[in-house]
């Protein structure tokens, strides 16, 4: 008798970044925005400027939504594969096609008050797969601002054996 020994290689999960500016560098996907947003931390007719100290790699994206009766969805697309999604960034969540919860902060009356790293959105014990997350400025009867910095997903290494 031969025994020839099998190799077992688990899945080990990795935190990956996705910055609203350079995207995944793993994979090289980038955020896709539509109109009405522009890079904050060089934005000349942005409304606010938090700090860029602050934000993850220097870098964030903005836009409001003001206008109650326009059609026109302020959109901001990410893909990425694996189990789970976290967004730190008044917003939806769309994850492949199905609308799973929205995101209201009150601003307080407080004169240049940002929060920072906050978690606004968390999905997880999804399927190990590719996924389509759209996050969206929600149009009501006040405008809404949306900063989106950056998101964080878990990949995991497909199980192999040989």
Same mark, same amino acid.
């Given at each position: 008798?031969?025994?020839i020994?099998?190799l077992?290689?688990?899945?080990q999960?990795m935190n990956r970044?996705?910055d ?11 955020v896709t925005?539509?109109?009405?947003w522009h890079?904050?931390?060089?934005c000349?007719?942005?409304?606010v400027?938090?700090s860029q100290?602050?934000?993850y790699?220097?870098t964030?994206?903005?836009t409001t939504s003001d206008?109650?009766?326009? @059609?026109?969805?302020h959109?901001a697309?990410?893909q990425?594969n694996?189990? *789970?999604?976290? !967004?730190? #960034?008044n ?7 199905l609308?799973?919860?929205t995101f209201?902060?009150?601003?307080q009356p407080?004169?240049d ?6 978690l ?15 996050? @969206?400025?929600?149009?009501g009867e006040?405008?809404s601002l949306?900063?989106f *910095?950056?998101? !964080?997903? #878990?990949?995991?290494?497909s199980?192999n054996r040989?």
């Open positions: 008798y031969i025994l020994p099998s077992l290689v688990f899945a999960p970044t996705i609203d500016t350079y995207g995944d560098l793993v994979t090289q996907l980038q925005y539509s109109n009405n890079a904050g931390q060089t000349g007719v942005c409304a400027s938090p100290a602050q934000a790699a220097g964030w994206h903005d206008n109650p009766n326009s @059609t026109t969805l959109t697309t990410l990425f694996g189990p *789970d999604i976290t !967004i730190l #960034t917003a939806s969540f769309e994850l492949d096609g609308l799973l919860d209201k902060h009150p601003p407080i004169e008050q940002y929060l920072y790293n906050v606004l959105f968390s999905m997880s014990a999804l399927v190990n797969t590719e996924h389509t997350l759209v996050m @969206t400025a929600v149009q006040s405008p949306l900063l *910095d950056y998101a !964080i997903y #878990t990949w995991v290494r199980l040989s």
